[in-house]
C-alpha cells in the first residue's frame, strides 16, 4: 500500500534501470563522452525543469535533503524563524530545526493547508521564510501567502512533496516560491522509492542549491574548482539508478492524474449528498492532485465512530503529521545536549522564545478531530488513509467502498 506511481511500475522502469546496470556506471557524475555514463541525473533535472516549467533544479536522495538544501541556500540559520503549519509530515518541521532555525507552527483551515490570517499573525522581526505546504495533494493559498510574504520581505519556500504534478492557477505547485521541493519516496505521485527535488527559478540559488547537495561543487562539477567554490556543503546526492526509475515514472505522470481524477470524481458522486457531511476546502478544484477525498462530520464523537468503523481513524491521531503527536518536537529534543536552536544565543538575544504544546492551535486540533482521509491514490496508516481506494480500483470497487462508507456514516451521523 503506497502512493500512485509504485502501482504502475513496470517494464518502462526495469527497462530503464537495466539500461544503468549494463552500461555499469551508477554515479550522477562522469565523463560526457564515456558511453558508459549515462548522465541519468542530468536528464532527470532537465526533464522536471521543463514539465514543471521551472528553468532550474537539482536531484537529491530525498524531500526532506530538498527542504534542508533550499534553507541553506536562503541563508537561513540561527536566529530566524521559518512559520510552517501544524500539520504537515514531521521533515517539513525538523528541516528547519536541522537548519538551525526556529520552525513557528501556524494553523491550517478547511483546505488543511496555512491560513493565511494566521500567518500574519505569527510573524516576527524574526521570520524569514514561510513554508506553506501544499498537503493532501491540495495547493495551499499561494496568493494570499506570497502577497503576506511579499509585504512582509519573507521567502517562499513551498513543500510539494506530496504535490508533485498539482497545479494552481494553470502553473505547476513549486513554480511560484523562491524554491519548491519534492519527494519521490513510495507514498508520492511518482517514486523511485526515495528520492527529491528542489526547483527554483533563481540562477544564482541554484547555484547555491547545487553547491550545498554535494560538497559545495558547481553545477556538474565542472572545470577545476579550487578558489571558485562559494559555500560549503555535505552529500545528498541522487544516484543513476532512482534516475533512471524516475524518468520512466514521469512519463506516467499525466495518466496518473487522470486515473485519480476520475476516481475521486466517483466516489464523492457517490458520498456528496449525505447530509451534515463536509469536503475539505480546495483552493484550486482544477488544480488538486486527487490523491486523497478529505471529509469533515459535524463533531469528533461521529468521525470517531466512523473512523473506528472503516479502521482508518480520524486524521488528528497521525503520529507524523499533527503537532501535537510529535513529542520529540514538544520537547525540543535535538541531537545535542545544548538545546540549540531553542537555546541559541542568536535566537535569544534577539528577543526569541519559543514553546510547542498540545491545544497551541485550537482551529487545527479542532479540524482534525472530526476529519477523515479517504485514500483516492495514497494509502498510508500514518496519514490516517488506510481507508479507500487505488489508482488500479474498478468501478464495482469504488462502488462497493461507496456503500461500505455511507452504511458507516448512516449508522452514527
Ligand atoms: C509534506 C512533506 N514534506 C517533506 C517530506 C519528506 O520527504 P522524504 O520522505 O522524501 O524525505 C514528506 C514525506 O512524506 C512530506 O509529506
Not at 509504485?6 to 526495469?14: A, D, P, T
Not at 483551515?109 to 514561510?130: F, G, H, N, Q, Y
Not at 488538486?288 to 473506528?308: I, M, Q, S, W, Y
Not at 528577543?351 to 486540533?365: A, H, N, Q, V, W
Request: charged residues 25%.
Amino acid at each position: 500500500m503506497a502512493g500512485p506511481g509504485s502501482y504502475l511500475i513496470g517494464e518502462e522502469e526495469k527497462k530503464a534501470l537495466l539500461e544503468v546496470i549494463e552500461a555499469g556506471y551508477l554515479f550522477r557524475y562522469g565523463d560526457r563522452s564515456e558511453p558508459k555514463f549515462l548522465a541519468k541525473v542530468w536528464q532527470l533535472e532537465r526533464e522536471v525543469s521543463k514539465y514543471l516549467g521551472i528553468p532550474h533544479t537539482v536531484a537529491v536522495n530525498s524531500g526532506t535533503s530538498a527542504l534542508w538544501v533550499a534553507l541553506g541556500a536562503l541563508g537561513i540559520g540561527p536566529g530566524d524563524e521559518v512559520i510552517v503549519p501544524g500539520y504537515t509530515f514531521i521533515a517539513s518541521i525538523t528541516s528547519i530545526i536541522f537548519a538551525r532555525a526556529i520552525p513557528v507552527l501556524a494553523e491550517v483551515d478547511e483546505s488543511l493547508t496555512l491560513d493565511p490570517e494566521d500567518v500574519e499573525k505569527k510573524i516576527t522581526p524574526r521570520t524569514k521564510a514561510i513554508m506553506l505546504v501544499h498537503m493532501l495533494g491540495n495547493p495551499g493559498y499561494i496568493d494570499e501567502i506570497k502577497r503576506i510574504a511579499r509585504k512582509h520581505s519573507l521567502y517562499l519556500i513551498e513543500d510539494c512533496a506530496q504535490a508533485f504534478g498539482a497545479k494552481y492557477h494553470g502553473k505547476y505547485v513549486g513554480s511560484y516560491g523562491d524554491f519548491g521541493t519534492f519527494s519521490f519516496n513510495i507514498f508520492k505521485t511518482i517514486t523511485s522509492g526515495d528520492g527529491g527535488m528542489v526547483a527554483t527559478g533563481s540562477k544564482k540559488l541554484y547555484e547555491r542549491a547545487f553547491a550545498i547537495h554535494d560538497q559545495g561543487h558547481l553545477p556538474l562539477r565542472q572545470g577545476v574548482e579550487r578558489g571558485s567554490r562559494t559555500v560549503l556543503g555535505l552529500d545528498f546526492r541522487m544516484t543513476e539508478l532512482s534516475a533512471a526509475v524516475l524518468l520512466a515514472q514521469l512519463k506516467k505522470v499525466e495518466r496518473i492524474k487522470k486515473l485519480l481524477r476520475e476516481k475521486k470524481e466517483r466516489f464523492k458522486s457517490g458520498i456528496r449528498d449525505i447530509e451534515g457531511l463536509e469536503f475539505r476546502k480546495l483552493p484550486d478544484h482544477e488544480g488538486e492532485l486527487c490523491t486523497l477525498l478529505t471529509v469533515f462530520l459535524p463533531d469528533e464523537k461521529v468521525a470517531r465512530k466512523v473512523g473506528n468503523a472503516l479502521r482508518s481513524g480520524v486524521v488528528a491521531d497521525s503520529g507524523w503529521h499533527v503537532y501535537s503527536n510529535m513529542e520529540h518536537l514538544l520537547g525540543k529534543k535535538v541531537v545535542d545536549s545544548t538545546g540549540c536552536p531553542f537555546s541559541c544565543p542568536y535566537y535569544t538575544e534577539k528577543g526569541g522564545k519559543i514553546e510547542y504544546s498540545k491545544g497551541m492551535l485550537p482551529r487545527t486540533d479542532a479540524l482534525l478531530k472530526r476529519a477523515i482521509n479517504i485514500s483516492i491514490g495514497v494509502s498510508d496508516a500514518g496519514l490516517g488513509s488506510s481507508f479507500g481506494i487505488t489508482i488500479q480500483s474498478d468501478d464495482q470497487e469504488i462502488d462497493r467502498k461507496v456503500e461500505q462508507f455511507r452504511k458507516a456514516v448512516k449508522k452514527y451521523l
